[in-house]
């Protein structure tokens, strides 16, 4: 392990998880249980996250620590000088960690989560915004920005470059080619229904214009319906065409339906007074 400096420690261990053993001290809890704060950061992420960081803030000759691991105690792991936290923290704590880090002046950029990031602003940090839809290694989709406290007194900033870094990154570009089937209107599902009754419209059928099936015949072998599907007659499946596609207008209508907001004269006082 890299030897610490260790003068003004502001934590009580001795045993901080720097970077490059990282990977070896979490592997002793592989086939252990897990919980759903536990870090599954891809390898690769992590290093494009840290090749960020050393662009926009000095990391030579400073420690990166990552003392958010199973098991792990944030709150009293030793903090040298030159150390520099960059993790994946449990976002049910994400803003108190922020405020840790902050109040002790230990700088940090930590993954967080995506639409919630501005949490981290009221204890000073910055909000980096690089829009991130990032598969873990637990197989979890999450949407995730950043927060740090190495911009000073930038309330919030995109990060271009960093999503420029994370997506070419293999473990995000893991893609299952799944087959696409277009089925004729004569077949009738509960998706098909379900899209007519969020649209808003009055649709039925009558049992003696349908025949209960579970597979068409010019499917792939092998391959069958999920569930029970009926087959329909000619008229009954252009009224079913008719009614999706009215359900489908009003259902994009609604969507389009924009309520605009407007700042109050208070709110345009307060904004009178900024900078």
């Given at each position: ?20 053993d ?12 897990h ?16 090749q960020?960081?050393?662009e ?10 990552r003392?958010?691991f ?21 976002f ?7 405020q840790f ?17 501005l949490?981290?602003?009221?204890y ?8 991130i ?12 920005n ?21 997506e070419p990154c293999p473990?995000?570009n ?7 089937y ?49 087959i ?10 008719k ?14 339906r ?18």
């Open positions: 392990m890299t030897q610490l400096n260790n003068n003004k420690l502001r934590g009580g261990s001795r045993n901080p998880i720097v970077f490059n990282y990977e070896s001290f979490v592997a002793k809890f592989a086939d252990g249980p919980t759903t704060d536990d870090c599954y950061t891809p390898r690769d992420v992590y290093e494009a996250v840290v960020y960081v050393s926009v803030y000095p990391l030579e000759g400073k420690q990166i620590l003392p958010f199973p098991g792990g105690d944030y709150e009293h792991a030793d903090y040298p000088d030159d150390g520099v936290v960059i993790d994946n923290p449990p049910s704590m994400f803003t108190k960690i922020c880090y902050a109040e002790r002046s230990i700088p940090f950029f930590l993954f967080g989560p995506g639409l919630t990031i949490s981290c602003c009221k000073g940090c910055t909000a980096v915004v690089a829009d839809n990032m598969r873990f290694d637990n197989g979890a989709l999450i949407r995730v950043f927060a740090s406290n190495m911009f000073g007194d930038v309330l919030a900033m995109t990060a271009p470059r960093l999503a420029q870094l994370i473990s995000q893991i893609k299952v080619e799944l087959p696409k277009h089925y004729p209107d004569n077949l009738l599902s509960v998706s098909d229904m379900q899209i007519i009754a969020s649209g808003g419209v009055d649709f039925a059928v009558r049992r003696d214009g349908c025949a209960r099936i579970r597979r068409l015949d010019g499917m792939p072998p092998k391959k069958s319906l999920f569930g029970d599907h009926y329909m007659s000619d008229d009954l499946a252009k009224a079913k065409a009614a999706k596609a009215k359900a489908k207008a009003k259902a994009k209508a609604k969507a389009d924009t309520i605009h907001v407007s700042l109050s004269d208070r709110e345009r006082e307060i904004i009178k007074g900024l900078g």
